[in-house]
C-alpha cells in the first residue's frame, strides 16, 4: 500500500515532514509525493491540495482520496476525477483554530473595535454604548463541522444564535432556519451573519444586495467561506449607504486580492489572506491515518463529500 501527495508538500510542509509524520501514524504504508509515483498500482490512497486531474495518473487500485480543501467545487465535476470515496481532512469535532477565529471576528464588530481602532488613529477619545451579548443576534449562513464549535461558545457567551442550512435538521441547542423560503426570516433577525457555507451554485452570490436589505439597519458581515458567496459591488454600495455597518472578509476572490481592489481601503472593511484555519502536517496525517483506519476496517470515510451537492 502506498499513499501518494500531491500539492501538499508545496502548500503545507515539506516533503520531509510528510514522510516523517506519515511513518510514525501510519507505519508500514509507503508516501510518495508527486511527481515520484512509483508503481502506480501500488497506490491505494490519494492526498492533495489544488489537484490537476489532467496531470495526476491513473491509480488503478486507488481505495479513497482526501482533499484539504474546505472547497472542493474546482475539481469535483472534472472529468477524470476518480471515481472513489472523496473525503475532507478536517478533524470529526471542528477545528480549534476555526472556532477562535470565528469568535474573535464577532466579538471584535460586537465591541465596535474597528470604530475605535479608527478613532486612535484620529487621536479621539471615542466612547460608544456597549451592546449586551443578548441584544445582538448572531445568524451562521451553513452549520457543518467549523461553524457548530463557535456558534455554540458565542451562545455560552450570551449571544442569541441561530444558522440557516439547506435541508431541514433537528438541532438541539440552535433554532434552525432551512430552504430558500426561510432564508428572508433568518435575515431579518440576525445582526452579525457569519458565511461558513460551501460553494454551490445555490450559494454563489448569497451576500448579495437583496439579502443585505432585508437585515437590520447597522447589520455587520463576516465571510469566512468563499469568496465568489460576496458580490462585491453589493457589500460596497450597504457598506456606503450606511445599511450595514462593517464586514470582515476571510476568504476573497480572486486570491490574492488585486492591489487596486476597493476593499483594501475601505473604512469599514477588514481583508484579512485566508488565514482563518493552517492546521500542520502531523495534524493532517492523523485525520488521513484515521480515514485509512476506517476504510481498511472495512468502514467509510470520516468526513465523505457528496459529489452531487458538492460537500
Not at 42 to 52: C, G, K, R, W
Not at 222 to 240: F, P, Q, S, T, Y
Not at 278 to 303: D, F, K, Y
Request: include cysteine.
Amino acid at each position: 500500500m502506498a499513499l501518494l501527495i500531491y500539492g501538499l508538500d508545496t502548500q503545507i510542509g515539506t516533503a520531509q515532514r510528510w514522510r516523517d509524520s506519515i511513518a510514525e501514524l501510519l507505519p508500514g504504508l509507503e508516501c510518495r509525493i508527486f511527481p515520484d509515483c512509483g508503481r502506480l498500482e501500488e497506490i491505494t490512497y490519494l492526498a492533495f491540495m489544488h489537484p490537476d486531474f489532467d496531470v495526476i495518473p491513473t491509480l488503478p487500485n486507488l481505495k479513497a482520496m482526501f482533499s484539504r480543501s474546505a472547497g472542493v467545487e474546482a475539481f469535483v465535476n472534472h472529468p477524470r476525477l476518480p471515481k472513489v470515496p472523496l473525503g475532507k481532512i478536517e478533524p470529526s469535532g471542528g477545528d480549534p483554530m476555526m472556532t477562535e477565529y470565528v469568535i474573535m471576528h464577532v466579538l471584535r464588530l460586537h465591541r465596535d473595535m474597528p470604530l475605535y481602532q479608527a478613532a486612535q488613529a484620529r487621536g479621539e477619545w471615542l466612547r460608544r454604548p456597549i451592546v449586551r451579548p443578548d441584544a445582538r443576534r448572531v445568524g451562521f449562513l451553513g452549520l457543518g463541522l467549523m461553524a457548530k464549535a463557535p456558534a455554540l461558545v458565542l451562545q455560552s457567551l450570551g449571544f442569541p444564535v441561530s444558522a440557516w442550512v439547506r435541508n431541514p435538521r433537528s438541532e438541539p441547542d440552535l433554532p434552525i432556519f432551512h430552504g430558500p423560503d426561510q432564508l428572508e426570516p433568518f435575515l431579518r433577525q440576525t445582526d452579525i451573519v457569519v458565511c461558513l457555507l460551501p460553494l454551490t451554485r445555490e450559494t454563489e452570490g448569497i451576500l448579495c444586495a437583496r439579502n443585505f436589505a432585508l437585515m437590520p439597519p447597522g447589520a455587520m458581515v463576516i465571510n469566512i467561506g468563499r469568496g465568489k458567496h460576496v458580490v462585491e459591488a453589493d457589500l460596497i454600495a450597504a457598506l456606503d449607504s450606511g445599511h450595514l455597518a462593517y464586514a470582515a472578509l476571510d476568504a476573497l476572490h480572486p486570491e490574492p486580492l488585486p492591489p487596486d481592489n476597493p476593499l483594501w481601503s475601505h473604512p469599514k472593511v477588514t481583508v484579512m489572506p485566508h488565514v482563518a484555519r493552517r492546521p500542520t502536517v502531523r495534524q493532517l496525517v492523523a485525520e488521513i491515518a484515521a480515514n485509512i483506519q476506517s476504510v481498511e476496517a472495512g468502514g467509510g470515510l470520516l468526513q465523505e463529500i457528496d459529489r452531487a451537492t458538492g460537500y
